[in-house]
């Protein structure tokens, strides 16, 4: 005991620390520091010198020790054993702390220059946690980048699971995301082995990056069976309603239920035609969903974006008005290409049941005919349409259209007959001679089947429509719409929402191809939409064409 003791103003109260600050933060003993050096190590374990990372055949000390100990107590140096036991066994939930420490740190450093990688907008993607995400961008605007950036961010943070980028094609997902894959992997160091043939990645993690292509039943096969932690599906603005749907709802969405916290990532520009499903989810902007949109103008590896918007404009000819400018550049939502609206139907293509009676009394009863089309979706929607004309007179009339998602043969015979029974049972047309209704379809490859099958079950007798020409029998179509011949049943409106029949619906959609340098062209753009009751329409009126004497204006 000290002769003299401190005063009681100067001791140490009960409970108060004699170190208020605390150990310093991120500081380690240095015996952990020790021990954490002989675990993490390089050697070589044939010398047992010290080595790099860089070596080969280099591997922690811990393992190179680890090792010599085994070989000794298997050689029979029991001492070895009982020093194995007595020193390294008490160790390893240290050991296994310091590794599992190191990981995380090395986790969280990697973030950190994907990060930095990153300018501000594509960061707050990626640091978004919600289950749905939307990226709609202009041109440039860094999309492709952030894709690569995100795949690989979770490649690093997962020890299972894999990773899909879908393009359209497995050819074009390739072209796009491969070097930028490479380029992120590169920059961060980490280890990983490709699979060319497969267009895989495999990461150190044992995360799978895959790139997939979407445009055959066989790609959509293909993604069944995984596991997803991530999907990032690019290009939705060159994709059907429905078939995108189907890719995101039936295939990735299943997938995406192994892990907790999984994602689906929706990407590419604004699109031209309403109704497009990337788009309607875009809109939603849910508590689930994120939404973004941006152009080149953020994009501080384009500093001249000026420069370069104003010479886009100048080449084409556009004002800063233009529609594909707003849309394909500056990346603005909801501006659609009308300019490349195939059939545009106004008010003078819609009739009322009631003008029906004093067309039909203005001319002979012998002239007015029907004809039908029938359009076999397989993967897509069957449709049919009953159309009404006259031998002298230009009107025809939509009397009756269906469109079903890929319903089954007896459903669609029905929907058929229905048609059939509404024309024939209709009082207006009860004095007409002839109401018998041709029906026209393609009746090639698996048509042939179901064309067999309509008239076996159900005594619906299909004839091979003309398949020639498949450009000009559009436009003509287009002039029957233009000239306003063409008239089908006026909209309606129910609780202030529009009701449209499936063929003006459609219309809405089908648009033009445009060119690489984004020209119109005369050829119906498939992947925007793809046409289905627009060809029963097609067929139908092949066989009005060749039976009115009112002639549809062969366009030039």
């Not at 004699?18 to 050697?43: K, T, Y």
């Not at 033009?512 to 119906?524: G, H």
Request: hydrophobic share 35%; aromatic share 10%.
């Amino acid at each position: 005991m000290p002769t003299n003791p401190p005063p009681l103003a100067t001791r140490w109260k009960p409970g108060q620390s004699g170190n208020p600050r605390g150990r310093v933060a991120g500081f380690r003993h240095f015996s952990a520091q020790i021990f954490a050096q002989m675990i993490e190590a390089p050697v070589i374990a044939e010398t047992g010198k010290l080595a790099t990372w860089d070596d080969p055949k280099a591997v922690p000390f811990a393992i190179a020790a680890l090792n010599r100990y085994m070989n000794k107590v298997l050689a029979g140096d029991i001492r070895n054993l009982g020093d194995f036991v007595d020193r390294l066994l008490p160790h390893l939930d240290q050991v296994d702390d310091i590794l599992q420490n190191r990981r995380t740190d090395d986790i969280k450093y990697l973030r950190y220059l994907l990060y930095e990688y990153c300018f501000d907008e594509q960061r707050e993607v990626l640091l978004s946690s919600k289950p749905l995400i939307t990226v709609i961008g202009g041109r440039r605007c860094g999309k492709t980048d952030l894709w690569a950036v995100k795949c690989v961010k979770v490649g690093i943070s997962h020890d299972k699971g894999d990773v899909f980028y879908v393009g359209l094609t497995a050819k074009a997902a390739f072209d796009i995301i491969w070097p930028k894959l490479m380029a992120v992997l590169t920059y961060l160091h980490v280890p990983f082995t490709p699979h060319i043939a497969d267009q895989a990645i495999e990461l150190n993690t044992g995360v799978r990056i895959f790139v997939k292509g979407s445009s055959t039943k066989q790609d959509l096969e293909n993604m069944r069976g995984h596991a997803l932690r991530l999907a990032i599906v690019d290009e939705c603005q060159s994709r059907g309603y429905e078939k995108l749907k189907m890719l995101c709802e039936e295939i990735l969405g299943p997938a995406l239920q192994d892990f907790e916290g999984s994602q689906l990532c929706l990407g590419g520009t604004p699109s031209r035609v309403q109704g497009n499903y990337a788009e309607e989810k875009y809109a939603e902007n849910g508590p689930q969903t994120a939404r973004f949109n941006w152009n080149m103008s953020v994009n501080p590896y384009i500093p001249n974006h000026e420069k370069i918007l104003g010479t886009v404009r100048k080449e084409k000819g556009w004002t800063a008005d233009n529609q594909v400018y707003r849309r394909e550049y500056k990346g603005e939502v909801g501006v659609y290409d009308t300019e490349a609206v195939v059939f545009r139907l106004q008010a003078r293509n819609h009739f009322k049941e009631t003008d029906l009676p004093a067309w039909t009394a203005s001319q002979p009863a012998a002239d007015i005919f029907f004809s039908g089309g029938i359009d076999y979706g397989f993967d897509d929607s069957d449709s049919c349409t009953i159309n009404m004309a006259s031998v002298n007179k230009p009107e025809r009339f939509t009397l009756f259209e269906h469109k079903g998602n890929r319903s089954g043969i007896s459903d669609f015979a029905s929907q058929v007959k229905r048609g059939i029974s509404l024309v024939a049972g209709n009082p207006i047309f009860a004095k007409l001679p002839n109401k018998s209704i041709p029906f026209f379809c393609d009746t090639e490859g698996l048509g042939k089947k179901i064309t067999y099958d309509l008239a076996r079950q159900f005594g619906i007798s299909v004839q091979p429509a003309y398949q020639g020409q498949q450009e000009l029998m559009v436009e003509m179509l287009q002039d029957e719409v233009d000239s306003g011949r063409l008239k089908v049943r006026e909209t309606q409106t129910l609780g202030g929402k529009e009701i449209v029949g499936p063929f003006e619906e459609e219309t809405r959609k089908i648009v033009w191809a445009r060119n690489e340098k984004d020209e119109l062209t005369r050829t119906i753009d498939d992947d925007i939409y793809h046409p289905e009751i627009t060809k029963s329409m097609l067929y139908a009126f092949r066989y009005i064409w060749l039976k009115s004497k009112v002639k549809a204006v062969t366009p030039k």
